[in-house]
């Protein structure tokens, strides 16, 4: 059942890694910099193409570095070498008995890195905002002393102005994503019921993007709450879903490494007024947000067209800071579509359009009530505007009888 | 269904974080910390209880600041104020309008630590081997900068030593989980047919445990070949299981937050002589792993006991480096099970018992290849002994038909 989606897609070849390798080579040269360091797993499998579920394992940290010219360094446990055979085009790697907690790695990494040490005599590492480093921060600082006089500064923009620019296959593999994840929600509308908890939804929806070829689902939220819920990135409790309730359910699922990052709501009953307006001025906003992007348009101007169709009180209500952001190997990616981002839209960029609100209504007891109402779509700007990677949220609240 | 297995485990109460805060401010004090800096999931839930799978968005960090006396300060985006009211014992939380690049928490957790600045002058951060931080790191540097004269060491090992020792609540979900794996690959062993690929056997495990009350399962990786596999952590791929392969999943599950971690393995068709051997083999060596476990015995003697009833040649073989590890909140904590680890096993220890070797065998072409064989269990150390959080693997391997 998996390869039929999986046949689709085309494995990425070695030439577009070289591309990518290139690029950075480039882009290193014009910042300055004599290698680069990457050891968070976005990172290294967009330069190795390295594939493993091993990075859920912190015992043992693995480094790729890059020169200014000629492949990649691999620096990595013994039991990561058939990984690299089989996943990676790499082939200068080198290798220590890890778990060794005095030297996991440390020495061989300053012995490359100071082989590449050149006219410019700095290094770039995953340091800068949204960055996780992928080794323990302690050894980081050995090697920065152990590498002067070279210095080690934030070299990871570099490679997120490049990820954000996604190739064909990129493309592809968040479109495959995108549609098992929407036409998951759209079954879910058919099999949720009222005396389901969360849980039990969040579960369906996880068996069906199983069976349907999804790779993994590291994000399923659920949060639910009667006529709307609190918030959009907790859950799924065992609360029960009842008629009045409102759930949503948000997820980042993988294919073949790639995210989708959007949601659906459920109305449990037929929706209240209060309910349906913000759905409805939500959608809009939605649309209004995707109407807006194409090449050379800003970030922020996306987040103006959205919050012109919504009002700008219940936009900072939502506690969500931005509209949307970039998608590709990690949930969520650079750049964030918020008032103050500059960044220039350009074709092939996967971002997610993600308006929200807050907005009052009235519960079961006649007490006013805040909730807050977020949609999300994931699309890719094309050379005169957008096409959907997920297929578009109905314009009304699916009910769930 | 998954309320089943959930009533039997009861939620965390606010004493057992008040008594965990208990002992790390008494660590603290004996390794002379003002404050302790917690970014990382693990050690953030372990204190706090926040409870959300918006870990695997980047954008947004949080900071726990353990105080030496007194109570801990959350700082976090606004986006996690529901999350932690609703997860979460601490009421001191500070937050800002993430994401905010130029201040992402920066502001308020110097000004936090500066307001724990006591006697020592020190403040603990995770910098540790096999730690990471969850922040990015130019924002550390920062911090560090800011908070001088006031310096920032290592601090995480103090709760590495207080997470390896578990509460009866964190064992009740260890085999929990432990039991929903074990019975799962119990129903896969009926359920595998050969001409599934890896991905489908990894997909019918991971439908399994789902509908068997899993929260997520961020490991599940499927190697297979003929007569043997090559290595223990990648896959699944699309390779076709036929006659003469050999299989192993393993997986890192969790229940409400607690991993299990072991792996089980599947022959199609009648294994061939080899292999049998091999796996009984590892099989007597974890039983032997297994009974040398009791409180005062140290982690080398566990390594020693399955390498006496193992060969030294073979067991290097699998790369591996360790035949065990602490298990938790995380898939592998503190300690490994090597040659050289020192620590002294206690009760309420959970643990791994991973044995494995490297072996020859013949292909189909008649030509030598060499393979990897790798047991594992979970269990939990005990007054007098241990007890099994998996259910032990079968003496042979199940065949497939």
Not at 28 to 43: H, I, P, R, V, W
Not at 125 to 138: D, K, N, Q
Request: proline letters at 5%.
């Amino acid at each position: 059942m998996t390869l039929r989606v999986a046949n689709e897609v085309l494995p990425i070849a070695e030439d577009e890694y070289r591309a990518r390798l290139d690029r950075t080579q480039h882009a290193m040269k014009a910042a300055g910099f004599d290698a680069l360091l990457l050891t968070a797993e976005s990172n290294f499998r967009y330069i190795t193409g390295f594939n493993s579920q091993t990075w859920v394992n912190l015992t043992r940290p693995r480094y790729c570095i890059v020169p200014l010219r000629g492949d990649p360094v691999v620096i990595c446990p013994k039991s990561n070498v058939v990984i690299l055979e089989t996943t990676s085009w790499i082939s200068d790697v080198r290798t220590w008995p890890a778990p060794r907690p005095e030297d996991d790695g440390v020495s061989l990494v300053v012995e490359a890195l100071k082989s590449c040490s050149g006219q410019s005599g700095r290094v770039g590492a995953e340091l800068g905002a949204e960055s996780r480093l992928g080794m323990p921060v302690g050894d980081f600082l050995r090697i920065r002393d152990a590498v002067a006089p070279t210095t080690i500064a934030d070299g990871e923009y570099l490679l997120r102005r490049l990820r954000m620019v996604k190739s064909p296959a990129e493309i592809a593999r968040c479109r495959a994503i995108g549609h098992i994840a929407s036409d998951g929600f759209a079954r879910l509308a058919q099999s949720l019921r009222a005396g389901d908890t969360e849980r039990d939804a969040a579960a369906k929806l996880q068996a069906d993007l199983l069976a349907h070829g999804a790779e993994k689902m590291p994000y399923v939220i659920a949060v639910s709450g009667e006529h709307g819920y609190p918030c959009i990135n907790m859950g799924p409790s065992d609360r029960v879903l009842d008629a009045g309730d409102v759930l949503i359910i948000d997820t980042g699922s993988t294919f073949d490494g790639y995210y989708c990052d959007f949601d659906r709501e459920f109305a449990f009953g037929t929706p209240c007024d209060d309910v349906r307006r913000a759905y409805d001025k939500v959608w809009r906003a939605t649309s209004a947000g995707i109407a807006a992007v194409r090449p050379g348009v800003r970030t922020c101007d996306v987040w103006q067209a959205m919050a012109l169709s919504l009002d700008a009180d219940s936009v900072s209500g939502t506690g969500v800071g931005r509209m949307g952001h970039g998608l590709g190997l990690q949930m969520t990616e650079w750049p964030s579509i918020n008032r103050e981002d500059q960044t220039v839209l350009a074709e092939n960029m996967v971002i997610t359009i993600e308006p929200g609100i807050a907005f009052s209504t009235t519960d079961r007891h006649g007490h006013a009530v805040q909730k807050v109402l977020v949609h999300e779509e994931n699309i890719v700007v094309t050379v005169d505007g957008s096409a959907m990677l997920s297929k578009r949220a109905p314009t009304e609240m699916p009910v769930v009888h």
